[in-house]
Structure formats: structure tokens, C-alpha cells
């Protein structure tokens, strides 16, 4: 905590509490029907976009999954933007044509959410080989979960990245369970990083509800994985401490007990409090980006719902580029 | 007394609990078919009744599963592979198709491949590009699939009892928007064979084959149809590997006009089959070309506005039959 | 002066190296691409010029390298993905098709897919059923992708110059027969437009579109025909996707009869796509139904009798013309 | 050595034998043209087949790779069949339809070659889940090469064999290259032992050319699966001394004294002179079984010579079983 300046504390607190809000505005939109499909919150997550994210530039590539508002958040893409997208409107980052499972913005290096489990660790792969080709100091980073690490493409991907020196950073955030399935069933060995460790990166394990540790360890990384010294590894143990995603039953797999063990372990409130015992935000600081980002996600969510859908008549568009 | 109602989804489980019942080596992989029965309650109580060994829950690898489902039929067992949601079994692909639905053939069948593929498929509500998709056609044009679309409780019960003793890997695909429509399903246990499509709708106007959930879409239009004159045979041909041609083509010797409705894309699609076979083999009875009625040819959106626009819509089913009527 | 003759792996690799040398963000993924020079001939000598980065051995993980190519394509690079055989890509069809195809659709073309997949394919020569695949039909069907099939050195290399300027994904797939056929190929740059069919024989008694390899097998038997008077317009559309049906439906206006001759899979293969649209285009200039000659729908046997017995021969392709030029 | 009896070790022996004289009985009838499409030879691996094949019954399942003739031969099927395969004869084990890569003889526990490599890992997984369910205690064996160790089928198939404790015995072929690549360019960590171990099978490393010690550990690594403590792998170090593939050439990517080395530890004399020296087994014994081979393998090419074509209107049955 000590070697952050109060800066990157209110930075780190100020993403965080964006995508909390976020987050819980989409939940209540799904239930109010205003959001159809796949809907999977980043709630008890949000330290670890946010950590991660501090140390990256917009021109470095974040490739995300299934459960990416976060991860959009915390790379640039503005509320107004996401909302807009889960609602299915023309402003969205994606125009509308993706939706929560398809979010991208390129132009802030969001690559993309995905609806298919592992290939973000893929594409994050290629990133950086591109941009070890190109020659240029910008990484990759790839988010997954527990879910991706017993799949085939967690093996070729980390391989492959390994073998070439690849500037990636892959950030695996342990939440314990796939869906309903724990990750102490779908593997033997659930330490992702010594796995990694075997199969050449640098690898290290730390506490994903720490909005500090995962920035200052992410720091590290990305700084290693810039300097040509990559690939890297984290794991993020942490928490969803709502449903897998919104519209289902939360039951049967995971006690009330454990839900309500970590939420205590609320990465946004943690790093709030401990700021302020420390002395180095005050809770006036804290209280300030409340108001602040609540005001911006209720702008946001008007923005979104007085925003046009996108014309039928463009449906068919971009299905192919130009071939001269 | 009326015959009792249920779901979709319901009938398919009772065959599949039956078979289960019967044939002690019969075993399920997937993600959540276990104690959870499904995300799309595919297996709701089977675990309680058959236990963790025939209902295994799998980690996030469907290459993996696939690959061990067609080690497992090889040597005894009868694998069923539940995908959830389609479009993840393309990361299996190369296990269904070099593997899977070879071996029989190299074997010269001294091993069967007694494998039951299903997904949910199809494209609405929003499930967006990765969780829409159709691919039925590719596996029409591989050589060694069933591939099988129950569009009714009552089919989506005799179709998987069939599937359950077949020696053949079988593609049952059952469409999102159909899993809780509810219709008469019998009690008892029968199978409805592979390659006899079933006429909706007998009419003299015109033929519409559909595919899928495109049954009852074009089956709520036919009335309207009517009022304007235009009487509608429609077929569901409920497998399109085998594919039965003799009911549509009898069905065009009496109308003279095809109309193929299906979400699936166009290019190299199923309308393409029908329409090839039927051209080859009844070009006299034909009083126009036969047409296609095909979702668009592009990934899928989210957006309500724009889903919509890439599937056919009943209103855009009618213009198809009334454009062919006048053709 | 007579032009230059080389071969159509030398004239592919021809345009591979201008593009290289152009562009230096291409760069090779592949199984013995680098210092091998790649199984099949298609890199040799681009290793000493370009060096390692740009032709990277990979080890043996299809699935990998296709998503690593995605994710390369989608920063600034031009990947080529160098499947030696093209039956490996069936591991990668998640990552093809999923990812790959569709990503500039959901960034609203913001960012552009420049990835050359190549690969080599064609039953022949004892490869058997995991070495023989054709899988083009599937790519035609799913949007997103270009579908290339050179037949001849000079289209080898105008349109692998075109793929390695398109924004596109692009499958360019190789027929192993072909490999070295030598023929007249320009030492200039040059490029062909994809959807541009090219008419190899003209001929006024029927028209003829054959893909791949079965372009010259076609040929072959066109001045035995004409001696029975039987004068074939023979075309081959060079690409798959997209589809030059114009070239086709002039020649037919003229012949009023089609077939379409493809060693591949009938079922919802390129034939029947190519019949349907033909029908549903020009029902009118059809003197009688449109045919197909395909690949028995079996997986591909080892043995030389048995080979030969899957794939239109000659004999069979010249058999199928002489009854429809009777039909 | 002196664990196993004179039977066994001539047992070892003529497996051995006869899959070196089938190999360059092929490797001829290749250059002649009498073999087409793929072949790859075993030549310089036999103790890997013939130590683990030792341990097997007839109803274990065996699932090998594109360099499968000495798994097949081991595991029981004849040089009548295999060369009659490969020559595409009708009294092939797979009547002709498969070749060199497609090997079939289910009757002995043959469950395929495969020109895919990475497949036999995920059929044997499955197997061992038909014999678990089945309650029995046949099991079942993946042959693979070092090539595989970095394709997604080895994680995804190394892993649920894991998860559910399935009878499977991986055996890992390490002889250095796949195809030209070696494979310390393909992975970081060619130790696949430990890498195997990290998934929570039992695991270890030995000798592939010494057929003594194949035998011994692959003996104690099918009981362990025949006793449902399995899964297990065994890394069998190795070198095939012809070229990957008939008709290649062999040149670039090693050393002729990379070679000639290997040739030194050839497993065949190994095996010959270890039991000579040591008045096991009588020169004049394994002498006899020279020439008891060296018979069979010229009846056996005669057989396939003299064999029946496939009857061309057979080409497309059995693409289909049935379906009541
Ligand atoms: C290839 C694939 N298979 C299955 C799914 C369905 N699915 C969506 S999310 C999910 C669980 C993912 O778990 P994890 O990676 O741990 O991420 P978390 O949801 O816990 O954040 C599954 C199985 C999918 N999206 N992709
Ligand atoms: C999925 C797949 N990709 C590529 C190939 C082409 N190929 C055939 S053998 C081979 C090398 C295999 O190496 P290894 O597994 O070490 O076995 P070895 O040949 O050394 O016995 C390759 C790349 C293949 N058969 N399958
Ligand atoms: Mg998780
Ligand atoms: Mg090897």
C-alpha cells in the first residue's frame, strides 16, 4: 500500500466502484428485460481488471471472456458504451452486434469478450507475436477463468508463448467454480502457477479480492513481459458473488457460508478501508468518487435507453472486408 | 381422456431415461449434466436415479470429451455427449469427423460407434455469435451422421429412443425456442425411424419443406395462407441425414412447387441438398425452380433489431410461398 | 521467346515471396515451414531470406496456432497459416470459425482479418482417410471466409497474390495432384480477382463446372467427346467464395445444360449450392435438370481399388456428360 | 534381466525381430512401389512395443499413432495382415481400406492407428472409461509420441483420466523429433514425467531402448491400472533410426553421429547380448528365432502378394451400421 501514490489508490477505487455499478445497473436490467442472452457480472471481481489494467497503455491488447464488463471497464471502454452495447443499441461498443459476450473496442485495445471459453488465451497468444514482430515495447494480456485452465487451448497458448518469448501476460482469476463445477473436480492440481511455472513462464499466485497486490504484482509482470521478458502468469484467487450469470439459480453447489465469507473480503471496501486507516486517502476522497460514478452510470444508463437500435437494413454489413 | 401433455424437453429425458433403464452402458459427459441436470435441464434427476458414473460432469474441454466418447463406444459403452449449446462442439470437430465417424468404416464395421451427440441450437433471444449456431449442414456433408431435428415433443421422444439404439453417431439438435412447446407424448416407450419425414399440413398449392423451428413459424401462417387461397403442404422431414425424398417428391408431384425454409445459412446448406436431389430426380414435376428461404449470410447479431433481420419471420415465410405461388 | 514454365508450388511460392518481401507483416505458422522449407515444397528458400520470426516452426497444436493467428491478424500482422495437410485444420474449426470468421462482422469492420490459410487436399495417391479430406464446402457455407482453388501455376500464383491483399481470411487450398503440373507463369507480380470464373473449353453442347483437380481430369476427356460431337464448355470458377455464377449462367443460356463435376462430398457440397442457385437463377435455360458428379459419400479407402472406386474417373466424368448431353 | 524368466526375454526377443524384419520388409516394398500413401517406420523403438505389449491380454485396448507396425505386431496382429494391409489387399487387418495408418484388428485388442496424431491419447482415455464403467479390469494404453506432449489432446486427455482414476497407461515415445522439430524447440519442459506427475498421474522416465527394463516397468505400471490405481504414464526414452517417413529424405535436422550413436544402443543386440552375456538364453536360441522370423516374414510377404485385391464394389459399405 505504502509505495502507492494516493493517485493510483483513488484510480484503482475509482474503476472499481465504475464496474460495481456498472454491474449491479445491468443486473437489474436483465431482470427488467432490458438485457437478453448471456449476462455474466464481474461482481467480487473487480480488483483484478482494475489492478491489471492500471499498468497497461491503450495500445497494449486485452483479450477477456465470457465475464468481460469488467475487463471493458477497466481498459477504457466508458459505461455509456457498455450499457449501451447490453442493451442492444446502435452506440454501443460494438454497435450493438455483440453484446455482452462480444464486447470490442479496439480503439482503447478491448480485443474483445468471448463466448467461447480458452480462446482468449489464444488470441492474447497472437498479440504478441505480433508484437514482437513489429518490434514494439506494447504486451497482450489474456483473462480467463479456473474454467479455461483444463482446456486444451490453456496448453497450446501458454506453450507456445513460452517457446517464442512472447510479451503476454495471461491473468487465470480463480472464483473456485466453472458454472456450478469446482475447480477442485475439473483438475488434481489447482496450482495454476506452478503449472504454468512448468511450462516455462514466470508464475506467481496472489489475493484477487487486493486491488493493491494484484496492481503492484501486475506491475511487475507488464514490465517483464514489455522488457522482452515474458511470458507471465498470475493467478488471482477470487470470488463472483453473484449467480454465474443473471436469470439463474445460485443454489446447491457452494454454501451460504462461503458467499458470505467472501463478502467480506469486498476488494472495493478492503481497499477503502485500509487507504484510510493508512492515512493516505481519506474517506472524503472515497465518498467523492461515489457520487461521481453514480452520477455517470445513471447517465450512462439514460444514454444508453435514449439511444437509436441499430437499422435493420445494416445486418448484412461487415461480414467481409475489402479484397483488392 | 385426452393424452397427456408435456414438454419438449421432458419427452426427450424420458426416452433418454428409459434407454438408460435398459441398457446399463449408457453414460453421459458434459458440463453441469450432473447433479445440475442440464443447463437446459436435459438431465434433470438422472443423476439421482443413475448415478456420478453414467452422468459425469466434465471440466471445459470438448475436444477432450469428444475424443473419449468415440474411445468409449469403440470398446463397449454407449456414450452420450451433451453440448449444451451447440456451437461448442466445432472445437471437436476434428475427433467427429476424422475420427468418430470413420471408424466403422475402417473397421468394416467389426466396431460400432453407438454415439449420442446433442445440442441446443438456433438462433434468438440474443444468444449473439457464439451461442446461435446451426450446423447441421456440415454434418449432412460429412459421410457416418444421423443428423436429427425433433420439432415436437412427440418426435423429440421417438427420434431419441432411435437415436439410443443406433450403431451410428447421432446429431440430435434441438432448437432453443422449442424446448418447453408442449404436445402429446405416450407413456410407453417407442421409436419414430430415421429418414420418414411427417406432412404438418396437407395442401395442394404448393410444398414447404422446413427445418427445425421453421415448422410450427410456417405452420402458424398457413391458415392466413389459406384465406388468401394458397393451400400449404408442409413437411418436416425431422432427419436430414437420412434425408426422406420420397415424401417430398410425392408431395411435388402433386403441387409442382418447393419452397425450403430453414434459419441455417444458404451456401452449401440443406435447401441446397433438397433442391439439388429434387431437381435431379423430378424436374418434370417442377412448375417453377425450387426455391430457398434461407437466414441471412452473415454471423449472428445481438441486437433484437438486427436478429431479427437475419432470420426468416413469418411475415417473410408467407411473402417466400406467396412469391412461389405466383411464380 | 517462349514465357517461362515452372511449377504451380514454385509459382504459389512465387507470389508468397513478393508478398514477403512487400509486406513485412506477413509472417509463416506451420509443421516444417522454417528451415524444411515445408513438406510440401511451399516455403522453400523463405527461411534464409526472411529468417525465423517470419517462418516459425510450430509444434504439433493446430488448435493453437489458428487462434494465435486470429489474434495476430487482429494487431496490425498478416498471419499464413501453412496446414501442410488440410485435414489438421479440423482441429482448429473452433478458432476458424467462431473467432476467425466472424470478427470483423462484430467490430463493425473496425478491425480486419488478413489471414492466409493454406493447405494441401485431394484424394489420391494412397493417403487415405486422415490424409485425403476436402473441406471447402464447409467454408462456403459458414460467411466470412474466401474459398480458393487454384488449378494451374499461373492461377497458383495471380491468387495467392490476391489473398495476401485481402482483408479477409482466406482459405486457399491446394489440390495434391496438382503440386507440380508445370505451366506458363509471368514473372511480374500479378494479381486475380477473387469471384472471376475462367471458361477452359469452350463449347456450345453443354457446360461443364468441375473444381480442383477434377478441372484437368475434365479436360482430358473433352476432345474424346468432341470427336463422339458432344462439345463441352468446361469452367472452372477458381473460387468458391465467392462464386462467379455469371460465367455460369452465360454458358448455360448458350447450352441449356449443367454439370458440375467435384471429388468431394455430394450431400450439401459445392455441386448442390452451384444446381440450386442455377435452378433458381436460369430455370428457364435449363434443358434438363442440372447433375452432379461427386466423390462416392464414404470416408476415403486405402487401397488403390478401392480409391479409385471413390472419385470420378475419366471414364465416369466422360460417361456423366454423354448422358446428360442425351437427357 | 535376472527378474525374468528365459521365456520372457525370447518372447521380448522375437517381438522385436519381427517387427525390424517386418519394418525393412515395408521399407523395400515401399521403394518398390508396392506400398503407397504414408509409411513410418518403427525401426530403432521395438523394446517400447514389445516390453509393454508383454503385459497385456487380448482384451486390453491398444491405440497407437501414424508409426503404429510395431504396436500393432506386438499387440497381435500378424505380418500376414500387416503387410497385406499395406499392401492394400483385401486380407489386410483392415481388409485394405485403411493402410499404414489405419491398422484395425479389434479381435486382438488393436483399436487403430491414427494419421492424426494426438487422437490415441483421448480414445484410450475413453476406453478406460468403458472398463471402468464396465467394472472389469481390462485397460487400456495410449502409444504417443514426444510430438503429441504439446497438442491440446495430451492436456485435456492426461486430465480427465486423472479426475475420474481410469486405467489408462500413457506410454510417451520421446525420440527427440517429431517429423524434423525436436523437441526441446516444441516445449520448455521435455521432462514429461514430472509434467504428467503434475496432473496427478503416476509417472516416470526409462530407458526406451532396453527392453528388459520396458517390460519391467511397464509390468508394474499395468497392474497398478489393472488394480484401478491408475492412470499412469511411462516415458520411454528413444530414436528411430530411419528416415520419419519412407521416402523422406533424412537430412538438416541431425547428425550422422547422432545416429550411428543411437544405432550403438540398438534394442535388439542389446537385448541378445545382455542375455547371452549374462547365460540367460543361449546364442543359439535367439539364433533360432532369427530364422523362425525371417521365415514368417517372407511367408507373410508372399501371403499379401498373392492376396486378393478389395473388390471395388465393396468401396462404400460399412459407413453405416445399422440403426433399428
Ligand atoms: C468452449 C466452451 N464450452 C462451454 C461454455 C459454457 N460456459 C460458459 S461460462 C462457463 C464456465 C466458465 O468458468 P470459468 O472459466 O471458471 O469462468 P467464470 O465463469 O468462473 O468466470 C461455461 C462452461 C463456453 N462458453 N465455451
Ligand atoms: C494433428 C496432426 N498434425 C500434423 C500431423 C503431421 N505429422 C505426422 S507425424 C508428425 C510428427 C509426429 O511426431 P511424434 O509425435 O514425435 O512422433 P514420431 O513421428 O516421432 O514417432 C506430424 C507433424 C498429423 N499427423 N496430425
Ligand atoms: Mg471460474
Ligand atoms: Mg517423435
Redesign the pocket.
Known amino acids: 500500500m505504502t509505495n502507492f501514490a494516493p493517485d493510483t489508490i483513488l484510480s484503482l477505487y475509482r474503476t472499481m466502484v465504475r464496474i460495481r455499478l456498472c454491474e449491479e445497473k445491468l443486473a437489474r436490467a436483465y431482470q427488467a428485460g432490458k438485457i437478453v442472452g448471456a449476462c ?1 457480472t464481474y461482481v467480487g ?1 473487480e480488483a483484478i481488471a482494475a489492478g491489471v489494467c492500471q499498468s497497461l497503455r491503450d495500445d497494449d491488447a486485452v483479450f477477456s ?3 468481460g464488463h469488467g475487463h471493458a471497464l477497466a481498459k477504457g471502454v466508458t459505461p455509456r458504451q457498455l450499457i449501451a452495447e447490453l442493451f442492444g443499441r446502435a452506440s454501443g461498443c460494438s454497435g450493438g452486434r455483440g453484446g455482452s459476450m462480444h464486447l470490442f473496442a479496439p480503439e482503447v485495445g478491448l480485443m474483445g469478450t468471448s ?4 480462446s482468449s488465451i489464444l488470441q492474447a497468444t497472437g498479440a504478441g507475436y505480433s508484437f514482437q514482430l513489429l518490434n514494439t515495447d506494447r504486451i497482450s494480456v489474456a483473462f ?5 485452465v483444463s ?1 486444451g487451448a490453456f496448453h497450446e497458448g501458454l506453450n507456445l508463448a513460452a517457446i517464442w518469448d512472447l510479451p503476454v501476460l495471461f491473468v487465470c ?3 473456485l ?3 456450478e ?1 469446482p ?1 477442485d473436480y475439473a483438475t488434481r492440481n489447482t496450482n495454476v502457477a506452478a503449472r504454468a511455472q512448468g511450462y516455462g513462464l514466470t508464475a506467481t499466485s496472489l489475493d484477487g479480492n487486493d486491488a493493491v497486490e494484484v496492481c503492484a504484482v501486475a506491475g511487475e509482470m507488464v514490465k517483464l513481459c514489455r522488457e522482452g521478458k515474458g511470458p507471465a502468469l498470475m493467478v488471482c484467487h477470487t470470488y ?1 458473488t453473484r449467480p ?2 443473471e436469470g439463474m439459480r445460485d443454489g446447491g453447489y457452494r454454501t451460504q457460508e462461503e458467499i458470505d465469507a467472501w463478502k467480506q473480503r469486498d476488494p472495493i471496501s478492503r481497499l477503502r478501508q485500509t487507504a484510510v486507516e493508512a492515512g493516505t486517502v481519506t474517506d472524503n476522497q472515497f465518498a467523492a468518487i461515489d457520487e461521481e460514478i453514480a452520477a455517470e452510470i445513471t447517465d450512462a444508463e439514460e444514454f444508453a435507453e435514449s439511444s437509436p437500435w441499430p437499422d435493420p437494413a445494416t445486418a448484412t454489413e461487415h461480414v467481409y472486408g475489402s479484397t483488392t | 381422456m385426452s393424452p397427456r401433455e408435456i414438454s419438449y424437453t421432458d419427452a426427450a429425458r424420458e426416452a433418454l431415461a428409459a434407454a438408460m433403464e435398459r441398457d446399463p452402458t449408457i453414460f453421459i459427459l458434459g ?2 449434466i450432473g447433479e445440475r441436470g442440464g443447463n437446459f435441464n436435459t438431465t434433470v434427476g438422472l443423476y439421482e436415479r443413475f448415478g456420478p458414473m453414467r452422468l459425469r460432469d466434465t471440466p ?1 474441454c ?1 475436444r477432450g470429451f469428444t475424443g473419449i466418447c468415440t474411445g468409449a463406444a469403440m470398446t463397449g459403452t454407449r456414450p452420450v455427449i451433451d453440448f ?2 451447440v456451437d ?1 462442439i466445432l ?1 471437436g470437430v476434428g475427433e467427429l469427423v476424422n475420427q468418430m465417424a470413420r471408424i466403422q468404416y475402417l473397421t468394416q464395421g467389426r466396431l460400432k460407434m453407438p454415439v449420442l451427440i446433442r445440442g441446443c441450437f438456433g438462433i434468438g433471444s440474443g444468444y449473439a455469435a ?1 451461442h446461435s449456431g446451426n450446423y447441421y449442414s456440415l454434418f449432412v456433408n460429412i459421410p457416418g451422421f444421423h443428423v436429427v431435428l425433433p420439432t415436437t415433443p412427440y418426435d423429440a421422444k421417438g427420434l431419441m429412443a432411435t437415436a439410443l439404439r443406433s450403431d451410428n453417431p447421432v446429431i440430435y439438435l434441438e432448437n432453443k425456442s422449442l424446448l418447453n412447446c408442449r404436445g402429446p407424448v405416450p407413456e410407453e416407450d417407442y421409436t419414430i425411424p430415421f429418414g420418414e419425414a411427417v406432412i404438418r399440413r396437407l395442401g395442394s398449392g404448393l410444398t414447404v419443406v422446413a427445418v427445425g423451428a421453421m415448422v410450427p413459424l410456417t405452420l402458424s401462417v398457413c391458415d392466413d395462407l389459406a384465406s388468401e387461397g394458397i393451400e400449404v403442404e408442409l413437411i418436416d422431414p425431422r432427419t436430414l441425414a437420412p434425408l426422406d425424398l420420397s415424401t417430398i417428391l410425392e408431395s411435388l408431384a402433386k403441387t409442382g412447387r418447393l419452397l425450403v425454409v430453414d434459419e441455417s445459412f444458404g451456401p452449401c446448406g440443406i435447401g441446397a441438398e433438397i433442391s439439388a436431389r429434387v431437381m435431379e430426380l423430378a424436374f418434370n414435376d417442377l412448375d417453377a425452380p425450387v426455391r430457398r428461404l434461407n437466414g441471412e449470410h452473415t454471423p449472428t447479431p445481438y441486437s433484437p433489431t438486427l436478429e431479427a433481420a437475419v432470420i426468416p419471420s413469418a411475415a417473410r415465410i408467407a411473402d417466400a410461398i406467396r412469391n412461389l405461388a405466383a411464380d
Not at chain 1, 480467463?144 to 479455461?148: K, L, N, P, R
Open positions: 455474466h471481481q471472456t465470457h465475464r463466448g467461447i471459453v480458452g480467463f477463468g479456473d474454467g479455461a482446456n482469476e480463480d472464483n467454480y466453472a458454472t463445477v475447480f463472483r454465474h450469470a | 458440463e453441469g471445459i470438448e449444451m449449446i461448442f472445437d457464439h
